[in-house]
Structures are given as structure tokens and as C-alpha cells.
T-cell receptor
Framework: DAGVTQSPTHLIKTRGQHVTLRCSPI?????VSWYQQVLGQGPQFIFQ???????GRGNFPDRFSARQFPNYSSELNVNALLLGDSALYLC???????????????FGEGSWLTVV | DQQVKQNSPSLSVQEGRISILNCDYT??????FLWYKKYPAEGPTFLIS?????DKNEDGRFTVFLNKSAKHLSLHIVPSQPGDSAVYFC???????????????FGTGTRLKVLA
């Protein structure tokens, strides 16, 4: 079974440009979350989507946006890139919403973004 | 305000010995805890989890202990192997009722080096 897949794996962008990162969740998973990880830090929450609806947003500027498609795949968009946006962007999928004991999220390999 | 803390940035252990990684949290609403292992240039891999209704969960060489009164959890790896050398992140989650989904907070990670 395929895990969480992300594309592209590596990319280099210039300040001020726009980037789109893509993610396909594990088959059957309806929730996708995006995280940013910089060196020396743990993953920082950016967005969560469940059933195509935004369910949570972290403390990131409006330059960051995302969406989830009917097949549960997702895109993360970042506009007007800054040098500080250079990071590993992780997509995670999980079964989704609703309260139940234990809800594990599974990460993809990540997209390494370098802004020059 | 860091709700999940891993106070040891690094740890070195001899092969065959026990590795103990620690994690502290501040929010008593967290009810599910996870450990992830991360190799360089890869996404975090889920390792083991524990619900707040338990105080111990074991999976092969990996055991997670939870002390709710101390708001502390630990990951024990016995015996440690060179392939265990990686960065380990703990994460804590709670259910956000108005979102209908879980929120995850990650620690900053502990780099484990197992010496052959």
C-alpha cells in the first residue's frame, strides 16, 4: 500500500515567487495536514483539512494557503516567498475527524524548499 | 509557549544498552501521545503511541511510558542498535471540539546516536 506521497521532493525558488506543493494521503484517509519543519525544530502546524474543509490553521501568514480536493489530495500554496520560508514541508494524513481514542498521523517524505 | 518539550537535544548510547528519551508536556488536555523517528532527508516515521488511559505500551524493542501526574513520557529502546541512530520527536494531541479533529504539538527532537 502506498503511504503518503508528496511532490516535488526538492525545489529551489527565488524570493517573491510562488510555490505549490502537492500531497496524496494514504488510501482511505480523509484528513490531510501540512507542517513546516526547520532545522533544529519539530514540525510546526500550518493547516488541516478534513473532507475538503479547513479544520485548523496554525500561526502562519496569509501568504500560505491550502486546499483539499474531492479525492482527498491536497495542495499547499505559498506566495511572495521569503528566505525564511526555506524549510522541509511535510504532509500528514490520518483517518480523519471524529472523537476516538488515538488518532495517528502518518507523514510523507516531505518537500524540501530552498528560497534564494 | 512550548507545550511539548524535549530537553535533551542529543543522546549517545553504546550498542546493546538501553536508550531513554524523555518528553514533558504542559497541557493536561492532551490525551494521546506519539513518538516519531526521523532520518536525514526523510519524513518522520511513526514509531509508537500511547493513550492517556494507559501508562505503558510496548512494541518489540520500543516501550513508551506515560506518567500523567508528572506530565512526562519516555521512550525506551532496548537493546539499542546503530540503525536506531536518528532524531526522535515526541508529539501530544488533544481533540479540538469546535474543529472536530485532533491537534498535534511536536517537541523539538532528540538526536540519538548509538555507538557500535
Amino acid at each position: 500500500d502506498a503511504g503518503v506521497t508528496q511532490s516535488p521532493t526538492h525545489l529551489i525558488k527565488t524570493r517573491g515567487q510562488h510555490v505549490t506543493l502537492r500531497c496524496s494521503p494514504i488510501s482511505g484517509h480523509k484528513s490531510v495536514s501540512w507542517y513546516q519543519q526547520v532545522l533544529g525544530q519539530g514540525p510546526q502546524f500550518i493547516f488541516q483539512y478534513y473532507e475538503k474543509e479547513e479544520r485548523g490553521r496554525g500561526n502562519f501568514p496569509d501568504r500560505f494557503s491550502a486546499r483539499q480536493f474531492p479525492n482527498y489530495s491536497s495542495e499547499l500554496n505559498v506566495n511572495a516567498l521569503l528566505l525564511g520560508d526555506s524549510a522541509l514541508y511535510l504532509c500528514a494524513s490520518s483517518g480523519g475527524g471524529g472523537r476516538r481514542t488515538g488518532n495517528t498521523i502518518y507523514f510523507g517524505e516531505g518537500s524540501w524548499l530552498t528560497v534564494v | 509557549d512550548q507545550q511539548v518539550k524535549q530537553n535533551s537535544p542529543s543522546l549517545s548510547v553504546q550498542e546493546g544498552r538501553i536508550s531513554i528519551l524523555n518528553c514533558d508536556y504542559t497541557n493536561s488536555m492532551f490525551d494521546y501521545f506519539l513518538w516519531y523517528k526521523k532520518y536525514p532527508a526523510e519524513g518522520p516515521t511513526f514509531l509508537i503511541s500511547i493513550s492517556s488511559i494507559k501508562d505503558k505500551n510496548e512494541d518489540g524493542r520500543f516501550t513508551v511510558f506515560l506518567n500523567k501526574s508528572a506530565k512526562h513520557l519516555s521512550l525506551h529502546i532496548v537493546p539499542s542498535q546503530p540503525g536506531d541512530s536518528a532524531v526522535y520527536f515526541c508529539a501530544a494531541s488533544d481533540f479540538i471540539r469546535n474543529r472536530g479533529t485532533y491537534k498535534y504539538i511536536f517537541g523539538t527532537g532528540t538526536r540519538l546516536k548509538v555507538l557500535a
